[in-house]
């Protein structure tokens, strides 16, 4: 059975695209089979894996796989067309064996005024009742499809309907944050916001018209997995005093605030799963504290590579530059091993 991973949170900036690629990466390393499904219009994702940088390619793309995107594999529901939903065939990378892209398409967020309003009247609606539950009957397809162990998912920064059904319907969501005042903020405003999808999706999967629709709607099972704190300035390896004050308040908010709350849902472990892998209580639930990438994002992107699996000479540089890199890579590379270890042995705890 595959597990679906939620990389969510409405702040945007805080390198959600970056940690559902170097994630997926790492657990592919790892020999588990991952499809990274680019659910955000704005197709980072999608651009970063397959390196369209022009805009002319990617439009290429579209045009000769016109079906080759999540839009186009929800379309049977949500275009009403006299066809199930089937899995779209996925990309898997080159230079990572068992990684797979779904790509994104632009368009997606046409669908998102017609599951508003369907997760809203679909119990009275009988023409809208397939809309709540498409989404997971097509991810868990895609997920069978590819035998995929992990699917993450890389959403965008938003409140909306479809994020609310994506998150509602994966088995674990991760929080990544920046260390700043407006990430602070939103932990508070998820502390508020998902209480009330919680209960929105018990009450749809109690719906005996969401039970007996083509595409059932799920029970929701959802799991907090931690935060990912990123993009901070490193002295000596450790963060500056400044961002430190930063990510003393986003652990001390998580733990007082927005996990006690979860936990009243069902959407978070006992404190003792999370203290397996070191977190939890006075470690704050932070799954990984990763700083900023600097130049080194640059060489990441333009081969499509994350940092911690670059070769020697993708950096181009030598001697003593050289070995900076290096470093740099290998320390990058204990994080995200440590980051992937703890998410699976989460995981494992369904």
């Known amino acids: 059975m595959h597990k679906t991973i939620a990389l969510f949170n409405h702040k945007g900036g805080v390198s959600k695209t970056t940690t559902t690629f170097n994630l997926g990466w790492m657990l592919a390393e790892m020999n588990y089979r991952v499809v990274m499904i680019d659910t955000d219009p704005q197709c980072n994702l999608t651009g970063l894996v397959l390196d369209y940088q022009q805009g002319e390619d990617l439009d290429e793309f579209y045009k000769k796989h016109p079906d080759q995107n999540i839009r186009a594999g929800l379309a049977p529901a ?180 927005l996990v006690p709350i979860l936990r009243n849902y069902g959407a978070a472990f006992e404190e003792s799963v999370y203290k397996q892998v070191g977190t939890g209580g006075n470690q704050a639930y932070c799954l990984a504290q990763i700083p900023d990438f600097n130049t080194l994002i640059a060489t990441s992107q333009t081969h499509q590579t994350p940092i911690f699996a670059l070769e020697d000479d993708m950096f181009g540089h030598t001697g003593t530059v050289l070995e900076q890199d290096k470093v740099k890579r290998d320390e990058f590379r204990k994080i995200f091993k440590r980051l992937a270890k703890r998410v699976t042995v989460l995981a494992k705890n369904a």
């Open 78 to 257: 949500f275009e009403s067309q006299p066809k199930r939903i089937e899995p779209v065939k996925c990309i898997e990378l080159t230079k990572r064996t068992g990684l797979f892209l779904l790509p994104g398409h632009v368009n997606l967020s046409e669908y998102e005024v017609t599951l508003g309003i369907a997760q809203e009247l679909s119990g009275s609606i009988q023409a809208l009742k397939n809309l709540p539950g498409a989404f997971h009957y097509f991810i868990s397809h895609v997920a069978v499809a590819n035998k995929a162990d992990f699917v993450l998912l890389d959403m965008n920064p938003s409140l909306g309907a479809i994020n609310q059904n994506l998150l509602m319907t994966s088995d674990y969501f991760l929080v990544p944050t920046a260390p700043d005042y407006f990430s602070i903020m939103a932990i508070d405003s998820l502390a508020a916001i998902l209480p009330k999808w919680i209960e929105w999706a018990k009450k749809a999967h109690a719906m005996e018209t969401l039970q007996s629709a083509a595409y059932p709607f799920p029970e929701p099972n959802l799991k907090f997995l931690g935060t990912v704190i990123q993009k901070y300035r490193p002295r000596k390896g450790k963060a500056t005093e400044g961002f430190q004050s930063w990510i003393d308040d986003i652990n001390e908010r998580v733990t007082e605030k």
